[in-house]
């Protein structure tokens, strides 16, 4: 054979065939397609998780800001649905241990702010015995929730829901009266309204 039908036949078998092209392709596919709804199943996840660690952020932040300045700091939210953001304020009445129960007049400070959740997702609110409704839960100076009526405890539950309003892979955030935050997932049994 000589040298020139040599090299003609190497290159004849370089590259893939249209069928070997086919079968890469089919493959490709396949695998995209099994692995799709665990990437959207991961995604969903990683949202609930952040908007979670964004909520107990603020709720940390604004107990240790009611202990730091002696005062009042609530976490405020439009109503019992959160979904559209919330914000941190310190309530700036004087003495500090005689708060104004106001919040958003014009002495007090804004601390954080946190925009709307994406969209699709919801954050429902319930605080159980507190004077401000759903709107508002507020820490007083020891860390402890603080604005509701006397003797009573205080509690707030937030449910952080998906867009497929799965109770069980939803997440659960309990403020207790004491002020300890406490997070888990599975909402069925929150007392805020449920993610379904």
Sequence with gaps: MSAVDSAGMRAG???????????????VA??????LPSFREM????????TTNDLVGALAMAR??????????????????WSTGWHVEADAATPPNSPNHVFGDATDVEITQHAAVDSGYSVKVKVTNGNG????IVFGPAGN?????AGTAITADINICRPD????QSRWIRVQSSGEIVSQRDTG???APGCS
């Excluded at 396949?30 to 692995?35: D, G, K, S, V, Y």
């Excluded at 240790?64 to 649905?81: D, H, L, M, Q, T």
């Excluded at 929730?145 to 009526?149: R, S």
């Design 13 to 27: 078998r370089l590259g893939f065939g249209v069928i070997e092209l086919m079968v890469a392709v089919a493959i």
């Design 30 to 35: 396949i695998l995209t397609a099994t692995a």
């Design 43 to 50: 995604g969903r996840r990683m949202t609930v998780t952040s």
């Design 64 to 81: 240790a800001e009611a202990a730091k300045r002696g005062g009042w700091v609530a976490v405020i939210g439009p109503g019992s649905n």
């Design 133 to 136: 409704g759903d709107a508002r």
């Design 145 to 149: 929730l603080v604005d509701g009526a």
């Design 165 to 168: 309003n799965n109770p069980g």
């Design 189 to 191: 049994a929150s007392p």
